[in-house]
């Protein structure tokens, strides 16, 4: 994905604060086994370490 930094749109999604990471859990947290079930997740990051 590319994204221009220069736009007010960047500002707001506060990219500079963007960074690499690591999905360490994603965990579903609602039954879904019913039909029409929405999916709910909660989904933990690891910060990538840069060299």
């Known amino acids: 994905m590319r994204v221009d930094r220069n736009t007010t749109s960047a500002s707001a999604l506060r990219l ?8 360490v859990e994603n965990r579903e947290l609602m039954d879904i086994s019913a ?3 929405p999916s ?5 990051l690891r910060r990538c370490l840069r060299a």
């Open 40 to 44: 709910k997740r909660h989904i933990a």
């Open 35 to 37: 039909p029409g079930a």
């Open 16 to 23: 500079d604060d963007l960074a690499a990471g690591t999905v």
